[in-house]
């Protein structure tokens, strides 16, 4: 799981380069591939790539992100490492873990069937391209989680998108860093906890 870490952690995705977003889709697709034994859908909207994968007669939907706040260049000064059980980098915390865990977790399991995933490429600006999107793939199912990490300390997310079995999908806003200064606080470049 740690070269799996690795592999995404060192292909950096600033949610404003587009174009390293779409690397990090293509690494992010290409390690799904792998574990999940099943080929990733590119969408692309408006420049910025987001990816799926589609089991059966989806019932459940698994929702993550692969861009982060962490400007290229930013592996020079916060490489990767991994000290004392602990792995730093960029996007390490939110949420490229999270994304090895989910495909680690869904590799073990005897069937995918029911379930799809959905890795957008944009929720660290607010999920502008992709909010359609996963309202439109929220409504199909019947639950929808969420696997964004919650900040040491706290107990769950209150703000965390809704399902749509328990708020309405058109008022569901993802929530953004502006919108939240909890969320906000849990991502600064320079804390070493925090990546």
Not at 35 to 56: K, Y
Not at 151 to 159: I, K, L, M, Q
Request: glycine content about 6%; proline content about 8%; aromatic content about 4%.
């Amino acid at each position: 799981m740690l070269a799996d870490l690795e592999e995404l952690v060192t292909c950096e995705s600033y949610s404003a380069d587009h174009a390293a977003v779409a690397r990090s889709a293509q690494v992010v697709a290409e390690q799904g591939a792998r574990l999940l034994r099943a080929r990733a859908e590119a969408l692309v909207i408006d420049g910025v790539t987001h990816i799926q994968w589609t089991f059966g007669t989806p019932r459940v939907l698994l929702l993550g992100h692969h861009d982060t706040v962490w400007p290229i260049g930013s592996l020079k000064t916060h490489p990767w490492s991994v000290e004392n059980g602990i792995a730093r980098g960029p996007g390490v915390f939110d949420m490229k873990a999270g994304l090895v865990q989910m495909f680690h977790a869904l590799a073990a399991l005897p069937t995918l069937d029911g379930l799809r995933v959905l890795v957008t490429g944009d929720e660290e600006v607010g999920s502008d391209t992709s909010r359609h999107l996963i309202e439109d793939l929220a409504r199909q199912c019947a639950a929808t989680l969420v696997l964004e990490p919650s900040a040491p300390g706290e107990r769950s997310r209150p703000d965390a998108r809704a399902s749509p079995s328990t708020t309405s999908p058109s008022t569901a806003a993802p929530p953004t860093p502006a919108s939240n200064p909890r969320r906000a606080s849990t991502r600064r470049p320079n804390s070493p906890t925090t990546s």
